[in-house]
Nanobody
Framework: QVQLVESGGGLVQAGGSLRLSCVAS????????MGWFRHAPGKEREFVAA????????NYADSVKGRFTISRDNAKNTLHLQMNSLKPEDTAVYYC???????????????????WGQGTQVTVSS
């Protein structure tokens, strides 16, 4: 089992940047492929980005491609999401998630992930 704790959210103006972090504890971090999802009021939980156990094969939602970068530091048990050129439509609660079931490109569906953090709020003002 793994426990996930996100941080780094906040209020930022459109065009600004934030860097989210997700620290994992418990089972060995490299057991898990990781993903970021977001949930805005009135919308379904949405895939943002994902990365494999060893930190390759990142994949992104079209809405964030070219603006967001997912990375992981396996020595520090930490997942990151660098968010640049933020837009008001990026406003949401952002969650990190983990799954031990996949070794290659991580899936984009929330149901594929077994462990979730508590979320961190990102608010982008216009």
């Amino acid at each position: 089992q793994v426990q996930l704790v996100e941080s780094g959210g906040g209020l930022v103006q459109a065009g600004g940047s934030l860097r989210l972090s997700c620290v994992a504890s418990g089972r060995t971090f490299t057991t898990y492929g990781m993903g970021w999802f977001r949930h805005a009021p009135g919308k379904e939980r949405e895939f943002v980005a994902a990365i494999s156990r060893i930190g390759d094969r990142p994949n992104y939602a079209d809405s964030v491609k070219g603006r967001f970068t997912i990375s992981r530091d396996n020595a520090k048990n930490t997942l990151h999401l660098q968010m640049n050129s933020l837009k008001p439509e990026d406003t949401a609660v952002y969650y990190c998630a983990a799954s031990a079931k996949y070794t290659g490109v991580m899936p984009r569906t929330p149901a594929a992930y077994d462990y979730w953090g508590q979320g961190t709020q990102v608010t982008v003002s216009s």
